[in-house]
């Protein structure tokens, strides 16, 4: 199995466990997490370093270990807050 494989079958896992539930857990792949901080109406930078930098703030923020790594908690906290984006977003333009 590839390790891509690896990380969305822990990540489906651990998603299970933290309440990830009705869909799949999302990938912990770079251009994925960039995607999930865009939607949050974050703009993180080029290069690894600049993402880690965005992770571990984020991270910081809702209160995980700070330590830069998109794993699966980190990467459903962000498509939850994501999700919650886009609804108030959808919502803003109902009203």
């Not at 390790?3 to 799949?24: H, P, Q």
């Not at 930098?53 to 980190?74: H, K, M």
């Not at 906290?77 to 109902?94: D, G």
């Amino acid at each position: 199995m590839s390790a891509r494989g690896m990380l969305s079958v822990v990540g489906t896992a651990v998603g299970g466990l933290i309440g990830w539930t009705g869909e799949a857990a999302p990938a912990a792949d770079p251009a994925a997490v960039r995607d999930l901080f865009a939607q949050l109406g974050m703009v993180v930078g080029e290069g690894d370093e600049a993402l880690a930098s965005a992770v571990r703030r984020f991270q910081a923020r809702v209160g995980l270990d700070t330590d830069g790594v998109a794993g699966p908690r980190t990467v459903h906290l962000l498509a939850r807050y994501a999700k919650e984006a886009r609804e108030l977003h959808r919502f803003e333009y109902a009203a």
